[in-house]
């Protein structure tokens, strides 16, 4: 029985990771190109800035993290410079439907990877300098919180 209450939680988990790019296109739909680009609340990101923030963190952070400690044993993950990455490579011009379709690809591709791993391949670790040694399954957590904290920022809470 703890096995299939700990597999169910797992798939309802990638659920959210999945859904969560379902969500924010639901919700910028319905927002005009002009204030997609305007700040939330004054001196914050605006949606546009929200949503490149959330796709470059799991391109170039949570991602790669999952496919590692999926790959290798107990591997040093790379920091991530999210404020850094911004800076050099946020383009307001970039359409959202694109930036939505990249962040839809990229969830789709690590949840099926991780669909695919078997159950004890949640409890691998990988080792980052902040937050010290975790496992698989704290990290695909982690990248759903940080879609949720997001979302809340978008929402204007």
Do not use: C
Not at 123 to 147: D, K, N
Request: negative net charge; glycine residues 10%.
């Amino acid at each position: 029985m703890p096995d299939e209450v700990l597999d169910d939680y797992r798939r309802r988990l990638l659920d959210r990771y999945r859904g969560q790019v379902e969500a924010y296109a639901e919700h910028l739909a319905g927002v005009d190109d002009g204030a997609a680009r305007a700040p939330i609340q004054p001196g914050e990101w605006s949606a546009h800035q929200v949503l490149f923030h959330a796709v470059s963190v799991d391109e170039n952070a949570y991602g790669p993290r999952l496919r590692r400690i999926l790959r290798e044993d107990r591997p040093t993950l790379e920091d991530y410079d999210g404020d850094g990455w911004m800076a050099g490579h946020y383009d307001p011009g970039e359409p959202t439907g694109v930036l939505l379709e990249r962040w839809r690809s990229v969830r789709q591709g690590y949840a099926a990877e991780l669909a695919k791993a078997p159950p004890e391949a949640w409890g691998r670790t990988g080792r980052q300098s902040y937050w010290g040694e975790r496992t698989l399954q704290w990290w695909v957590e982690r990248a759903v919180a940080h879609g949720d904290e997001h979302w809340r920022q978008l929402m204007g809470e």
